[in-house]
């Protein structure tokens, strides 16, 4: 597994040259190890397809839309793991407790497997430089959720949908109800950005693995969106505007 993961303090603003999410350093390397446990499972699935007598691909480049999903959305998924295993430990709501325990086992199983592909092709784990340079088709991109161009997220996060340090700070700061809503909320959001970079990466790569993820993201991820569309009604609060 690469050792290529930005080392960063919990509470530091965004680097300027790198681009890069500024999250505790153990919370990302902890989720890194676990996922590393799923990555056997990744290969032994590779190497299945291939002894059925699937035709062989070409293996992906640097900068195609395989590795580029493949390492932008890991950094995407992490993030959501990050918050949803604080809301897990720290909501008093069993209904909150459960979706965090189910997006957060889910997205890091996904991992697992996107990292799995990048020791295949032989790329990092993260690419450095501007996030979503893979995604060069612009007028797709924005009939997905308003998503723009890498620089233009709106919100000043790096990817479409993903919370700033500010907005993890204020999430940790929170308890009882003021948490729930507010982790509903980002998580509709990240969710909502996570979405239109998979339909991309789905219409853009005829890649086997990659469309199988890629539906298993937006079907589980869609059920999500609706049920935590419910949850904040249910509570009497609204979604964020897209990011």
Same mark, same amino acid.
Do not use: C
């Given at each position: 597994?690469?050792?290529?993961?930005h080392?960063?303090?919990?509470?530091?603003?965004? +680097?300027?040259?790198?681009?890069?999410?500024? /999250?505790?350093?153990w919370?990302?390397?902890?989720?890194?190890?676990?996922?590393?446990?799923?990555?056997?499972?990744?290969?032994g699935?590779?190497?299945? *397809?291939?002894a059925?007598g699937?035709?062989a691909?070409?293996?992906?480049?640097?900068?195609?839309?395989e590795?580029?999903?493949?390492?932008?959305?890991?950094?995407?998924h992490l993030q959501?793991?990050?918050?949803? *295993? /604080?809301?897990?430990?720290?909501?008093?709501?069993?209904?909150v407790?459960?979706l965090a325990? +189910?997006?957060? $086992?889910?997205?890091?199983e996904?991992?697992?497997?996107?990292?799995?592909w990048?020791?295949?092709?032989?790329?990092?784990?993260? #690419?450095?430089?501007?996030?979503?340079? /893979?995604?060069?088709?612009a007028?797709?991109?924005?009939g997905?959720?308003?998503?723009?161009?890498?620089?233009?997220?709106? *919100?000043?996060?790096?990817?479409?949908?993903?919370?700033t340090?500010a +907005?993890?700070?204020?999430?940790?700061?929170?308890?009882?109800?003021?948490?729930?809503?507010?982790f509903?909320q980002?998580?509709?959001?990240h969710?909502?950005?996570?979405t239109?970079?998979? $339909?991309?990466?789905?219409?853009?790569?005829?890649?086997?693995?990659l469309?199988?993820? $890629?539906?298993?993201?937006l079907?589980?991820?869609?059920?999500?969106m609706?049920l935590? *569309?419910?949850?904040?009604?249910?509570r009497?609060?609204a979604?964020?505007p #897209?990011?």
């Amino acid at each position: 597994m690469s050792a290529e993961i930005h080392r960063v303090d919990e509470d530091t603003e965004l +680097d300027e040259t790198t681009e890069r999410p500024a /999250w505790s350093r153990w919370v990302i390397i902890g989720a890194t190890l676990v996922a590393v446990l799923l990555v056997g499972a990744t290969l032994g699935m590779f190497l299945t *397809n291939t002894a059925g007598g699937e035709p062989a691909t070409a293996t992906p480049a640097a900068g195609s839309v395989e590795v580029g999903f493949a390492q932008d959305m890991s950094v995407h998924h992490l993030q959501a793991v990050t918050m949803a *295993n /604080w809301a897990r430990d720290h909501t008093t709501d069993p209904e909150v407790r459960q979706l965090a325990f +189910d997006i957060g $086992t889910t997205q890091l199983e996904q991992v697992g497997r996107m990292k799995g592909w990048l020791m295949l092709w032989d790329q990092p784990e993260q #690419a450095t430089g501007a996030y979503m340079t /893979w995604m060069t088709d612009a007028g797709a991109m924005s009939g997905h959720g308003g998503m723009q161009m890498p620089q233009a997220v709106a *919100n000043g996060a790096p990817m479409p949908g993903m919370a700033t340090s500010a +907005d993890l700070t204020k999430l940790r700061s929170l308890s009882g109800k003021a948490l729930d809503v507010e982790f509903l909320q980002l998580m509709l959001r990240h969710h909502q950005g996570g979405t239109g970079m998979a $339909t991309y990466a789905q219409q853009h790569s005829d890649l086997l693995a990659l469309q199988q993820l $890629t539906k298993s993201i937006l079907t589980s991820q869609g059920a999500e969106m609706d049920l935590m *569309n419910r949850m904040l009604g249910a509570r009497g609060a609204a979604p964020l505007p #897209a990011a």
